[in-house]
């Protein structure tokens, strides 16, 4: 209705004054066509678009000539999906009035939402005219149609008047992938360095791509300049850890690693990725393990949950499950329902026989994941240690329903329940799942 409001003006188009008294038969045709417009606006406004439409239509009837009756009938038709008459009238109120923005903007919205994109294309390029925000819409589509000259040659108007944006970035280096033209790219990046030399982010781009392109000495070359000019840049370390830790230069690395770790304009993923190529690293050069230590010492503190989770299964796969528990139980306190910090703590507590707690976290786990076997069992292995029998019981013949195909984890319920039956004194049926896990290991 609002909008409706905003383009009445246009009504003067049919130069009809609705306060004049009709002086003929004319004055009832402009109360009846002032009635027609205003139901069309209202019926429009509660999503009637069918009687809107009907409406809108008898006012074209009484004057063909008022562009803002094709512009409502249009929405109209494009609401009630009849896409066809929808651009006919669209088409229409530009005609009528091509210099009125409000059309061309929706009929551009009706090409888009259409896939329509050469259509869309001459639509923008009206709209240009008017408002220069539409040039980035002129060069995506001029991406989607394939014309990638003539989409370069509008970014870099656009990135020479206002500076360089992210969403354009995006736009030119889905040109340069498309295209192949990695000399341009790195070209475009150069200039940007050469043009503003104080801006990080430019060498942060040029090093990336170099990198990608396998340039490795050029992309050091940059990542030093960066330095030289910024001497406090953490993020410049990201791309000179790998470097130094490639060249053997580990001490080197190792301070990269710290400040990247301690960083905090740095992304958890980020830090995630230089931790993992060390912990790699160490793995083959166990006598860095204690600047792995300190480093995750300084990771943990970031309350970074992937970290710290990456650092128990590295402790686990190397046998150390004390340093391992500690890490994970670490995680489970930024991630209380994480399935697979719960599954390695309750396992763990297990193997060090904390039975009382794993009782505990196996039946608070069992709230948030009821389907899942593991946590039935663990639950009953522990209940069975405490001398709770029949807890062990009811955890285990529930959780043996939710096994499917997973013979060796069916023997281990069965071994379980046999216990948990000779403690009740019922040997018959101790006895009997016993067989059961026995038949199933002889089998398997």
Not at 8 to 20: E, I, S, T
Not at 37 to 55: M, P, T
Request: aromatic fraction near 12%; include cysteine; charge should be negative.
């Amino acid at each position: 209705m609002f909008l409706g409001i905003l383009l009445m003006p246009h009504l003067n188009y049919a130069q009809v004054d609705f306060n004049k008294t009709p002086d003929d038969d004319l004055g009832d045709n402009a109360d009846e066509f002032q009635e027609l417009f205003y139901e069309g606006l209202k019926q429009k406004g509660i999503e009637n678009y069918d009687k809107a439409a009907e409406a809108f239509l008898k006012c074209i009837a009484l004057d063909q000539s008022i562009p803002v009756l094709y512009f409502e009938l249009g929405k109209c038709y494009n609401s009630l999906n009849n896409y066809s008459s929808a651009e006919e009238a669209l088409k229409k109120a530009v005609e009528k009035d091509p210099d009125n923005e409000w059309f061309l903007d929706e009929l551009y919205g009706f090409y888009a939402s259409q896939n329509e994109h050469e259509k869309a294309l001459q639509t923008v390029k009206q709209l240009v005219e008017y408002h220069p925000d539409y040039k980035e819409d002129l060069a995506a589509l001029y991406v989607r149609t394939e014309q990638y000259d003539a989409a370069l040659l509008i970014l870099d108007e656009m990135d020479a008047e206002y500076g360089v944006s992210v969403s354009r970035d995006i736009l030119r280096n889905r040109i340069y992938e498309a295209t192949g033209r990695k000399d341009d790219q790195i070209k475009n990046l150069q200039d940007r360095v050469e043009s503003n030399p104080e801006k990080e982010a430019n060498y942060l781009a040029l090093i990336f791509r170099y990198s990608e392109n396998n340039e490795k000495e050029k992309a050091f070359e940059t990542a030093q300049a960066l330095l030289k000019i910024n001497p406090d840049s953490q993020m410049v370390h990201l791309a000179l850890y790998k470097f130094y830790l490639d060249d053997n230069e580990i001490d080197k690395a190792i301070e990269s690693m710290k400040i990247v770790v301690k960083s905090p304009e740095i992304k958890s993923e980020a830090k995630l990725k230089v931790l993992t190529d060390f912990v790699n690293f160490v793995g083959e050069h166990p006598e860095y393990e204690g600047d792995l230590v300190e480093a995750t010492a300084m990771a943990s503190n970031t309350n970074d949950s992937k970290t710290v989770i990456e650092l128990g299964q590295y402790y686990l796969a190397k046998g150390d499950k004390v340093k391992a528990l500690n890490y994970f139980e670490e995680a489970l306190k930024l991630e209380p329902n994480n399935f697979s910090v719960l599954n390695n703590i309750l396992l763990l507590y297990i193997d060090f026989e904390k039975y009382d707690i794993a009782e505990k976290v196996s039946n608070g786990a069992l709230e948030n994941y009821p389907s899942q076997p593991i946590f039935y069992l663990i639950n009953g292995v522990s209940n069975n240690a405490l001398n709770k029998p029949q807890n062990a019981l009811d955890a285990l013949e529930i959780g043996l329903d939710y096994i499917i195909d997973d013979v060796h984890m069916e023997a281990d319920f069965y071994k379980q329940m046999s216990k948990a039956y000779g403690s009740l004194n019922n040997t018959v049926k101790a006895k009997a799942f016993s067989d059961k896990a026995k038949q199933i290991q002889s089998t398997n």
